[in-house]
C-alpha cells in the first residue's frame, strides 16, 4: 500500500493567521495506534488525538520527539512550498513499539499544539525489541 498523508485544515488556518513560523516554532512527531483514522477537519489539535496516541512503552514516549532543522524549500514544478524535517526514530525495548499505522506532526509552540498533518504507512507496523523504527525523508507540501 502507499504512503499518503493529510495536512489539517486548522494548519491552514493557524499558518495563514501568522501563527505557525517554521523558522522558530517547535514540531514534534507522535505515533499513532492501528485504529486512527485522520480527519483533517476534526483532528485538529494534540489534545483532539492524543487517545489515538500510542502508550509510553518499548521505547515510545508520548509526545517525546522533536524534530530537527526544519526546512522550506520552493519547488518551481509543483508551485507549492516543501516543508522538511531530518529523520526521526525509536529504538524497540522489550516489549516492542506499535502496533501503529500513522504518524501525526504538531506544533509544540502554538497554544494549542496545531496538528500540521498525519502520514498514513499504508499498512500497519510492529517494531520488535532492538529494532529500529526511522521516519526518513520527512516531508510536506503546502500550497
Do not use: R
Not at 526546512?71 to 526521526?88: F, I, L, P, Y
Not at 509552540?109 to 507496523?125: A, H, K, N, P, Q
Amino acid at each position: 500500500m502507499a504512503i499518503t498523508y493529510s495536512v489539517s485544515n486548522h494548519f491552514k488556518q493557524q499558518l495563514n493567521l501568522g501563527e505557525i513560523d517554521f523558522d522558530s516554532n517547535v514540531y514534534k512527531v507522535i505515533l499513532m495506534d492501528d485504529s486512527f483514522t485522520f480527519d483533517p477537519d476534526t483532528d485538529s489539535t494534540l489534545s483532539g488525538v492524543t487517545s489515538s496516541q500510542l502508550a509510553t512503552q518499548g521505547g515510545y514516549t508520548q509526545d517525546d520527539k522533536t524534530l530537527s532543522n526544519v526546512s522550506v524549500t520552493e519547488n518551481d514544478t509543483t508551485n507549492k512550498s516543501e516543508v522538511t524535517w531530518d529523520d526521526a526514530s525509536w529504538t524497540a525495548t522489550t516489549s516492542g513499539i506499535g502496533p501503529t499505522g500513522s504518524f501525526c506532526i504538531y506544533d509544540d509552540t502554538t497554544s494549542d499544539d496545531t496538528i500540521i498533518c498525519c502520514v498514513d504507512f499504508g499498512e500497519d507496523y510492529t517494531v520488535a525489541e532492538d529494532s529500529v523504527l526511522t521516519l526518513q525523508s520527512i516531508k510536506i507540501s503546502v500550497a
